[in-house]
């Protein structure tokens, strides 16, 4: 039998995505399913003005679930230092996304290389797991080759496909964000399967339950003699 497929769209911006990531690893390491790991761009670059119009209660309620959710999960968890996305505060004190952009286009598109690669999930998992888990100036020295080598891959040989091919892997991202807008949501983590979308990191447990309805099976049963 086939794996079931699952896309999953996701962002090294996203703490939600992160937060997701090792249980949806360990889904595809003990299932039958294929999680397609889609790279978008986070909703900052996606929607720049999209700060300027959140109700002012949110930013602190995302800060509060965040961390929760991260002690509940035992996952460790902190703000990112440096932020993947650079941001600033004009002179109304309101959160504006920086025209320059050092590291997320970056990340985005090694994502998209990854994936290509088939190790999509496992680049996601180590990388994030490296950019939120606490780790701070994760872009120094050979942090982000270390987690790379980790998940099977190699750093030096994806920075070079980043540089020779950054116009189709651009265009990959932007394929995957009309994907993710036709799945039916646009925030991330969002997984989409047979044209449903379970959105967010507390989706997972309904993904696996609609999964089992499709047949899901695990690998070491499809295995044994």
């Not at 120094?140 to 987690?147: H, I, P, R, S």
């Not at 047979?194 to 990191?201: D, L």
Request: with cysteine; net charge negative; proline share 6%.
């Amino acid at each position: 039998m086939a794996d079931l497929q699952v896309d999953l769209f996701w962002s090294f911006r996203s703490p939600w995505s992160y937060l997701a990531t090792p249980r949806l690893r360990a889904l595809q390491e003990q299932f039958e399913v294929t999680v397609n790991f889609r790279p978008v761009y986070p909703i900052a670059i996606r929607t720049p003005n999209f700060f300027l119009s959140v109700d002012p209660l949110w930013p602190g309620y995302l800060m509060t679930d965040v961390h929760r959710c991260a002690e509940f999960l035992n996952i460790p968890f902190r703000w990112p230092s440096p932020d993947p996305v650079k941001q600033y505060q004009d002179e109304q004190g309101r959160r504006r996304t920086a025209e320059d952009q050092i590291y997320i286009y970056r990340l985005t598109r090694l994502g998209i290389v990854a994936a290509e690669a088939g190790r999509g999930i496992e680049f996601a998992d180590e990388v994030s797991s490296l950019i939120w888990g606490g780790t701070r100036n994760w872009q120094a020295g050979e942090l982000l080759a270390e987690a790379t080598d980790r998940a099977g891959l190699d750093l030096t040989t994806m920075d070079a496909i980043v540089d020779a091919e950054t116009l189709r892997l651009e265009s990959v991202i932007l394929a995957n964000q009309d994907a993710h807008a036709q799945s039916g949501h646009w925030g991330v983590p969002t997984c989409a399967f047979e044209g449903e979308p379970f959105f967010g990191q507390d989706r997972i447990d309904v993904l696996q339950w609609r999964l089992r309805q499709k047949g899901l099976q695990s690998r070491a049963a499809s295995t044994a003699p």
